[in-house]
């Protein structure tokens, strides 16, 4: 079946960067997004991806896209405290299905 | 434009007790899902509709109910609740024709639910 995996937990020193992995298994993937959830809150779009990009990029934001190993990563660039958060890694298949990884915690260090 | 709201907030039940999740959203989504959210489990789906009228099961239906009455509302219920209901439940929508990008969801703030 489907399915999106992520590691549980990641921590980083403040200013260095935090690359969060993702891999999945459904091929016909269109769209694969990264989402934020902040303590006590829902999860926001952070970005996405088309299936047809390698990569993108929006300011401190890079997302990497390899479709044959259907591998997906966040890097955050000069992490910051306020990048402390849970980091979902999502995919939309071609029938709309949204599948959701378990979440990366990111824990900053001083 | 506020968005996904969820009401309420917190509760505390006991078991055996029901009660009612309230979302709205004021977006025009067609799509409207529940979610809850349990330690080193991701989010689970619970139910979900795609269009007014319409409800489906998701990954952990049971022990819920749902009704789409109306679009911009989508109704969680628990008839009867147990301490294995006890989690974060999180309401999203996504989808309206205007999308430029497909199936990106707007979550709400969250439910805390306690069942003792």
């Known amino acids: 079946g489907e399915d999106v995996e992520q590691s549980l937990f990641l921590s980083v020193r403040e200013g260095d960067s935090s690359v969060i992995n993702c891999t999945y298994t459904?091929?016909?993937?269109?769209?694969l997004y990264w989402y934020k959830q902040e303590p006590g809150a829902g999860l926001q779009l952070l970005t996405y991806?088309?299936?047809?990009?390698d990569m993108k990029q929006d300011q401190r934001l890079t997302v990497l896209l390899n479709k044959k190993d259907k591998h997906l990563s966040l890097r955050i660039a000069d992490t910051q405290t306020g990048d402390s958060a849970i980091y979902f890694c999502?995919?939309?298949?071609?029938?709309?299905?949204?599948?959701f990884g378990k979440g990366t915690r990111l824990h900053i260090l001083p | 434009n506020a968005g996904v709201t969820q009401t309420p907030k917190f509760r505390v039940l006991k078991t055996g007790q029901s009660m009612t999740l309230l979302c709205a959203q004021d977006?025009?989504?067609?799509?409207m899902y529940w979610y809850r959210q349990d330690p080193g489990m991701g989010l689970r789906l619970i139910h979900y509709?795609?269009?007014?009228?319409?409800?489906a099961k998701g990954e952990v239906p049971d022990g819920y109910n749902v009704s789409r009455l109306k679009k911009q509302n989508f109704l969680l219920g628990l008839e009867s609740a147990a301490p294995s209901q006890t989690s974060v439940y999180f309401c999203?929508?996504?989808?309206?024709?205007?999308?430029?990008?497909?199936?990106?969801?707007?979550f709400g703030a969250g439910t805390r639910l306690s069942v003792l």
């Open positions: 459904d091929s016909s993937s269109t769209y």
């Open positions: 509709s795609v269009g007014e009228g319409t409800t």
């Open positions: 977006m025009n989504h067609e799509y």
């Open positions: 999502a995919e939309a298949n071609r029938d709309d299905k949204i599948i």
């Open positions: 991806i088309f299936s047809n990009m």
């Open positions: 999203a929508s996504s989808y309206s024709v205007r999308d430029r990008v497909k199936n990106i969801q707007y």
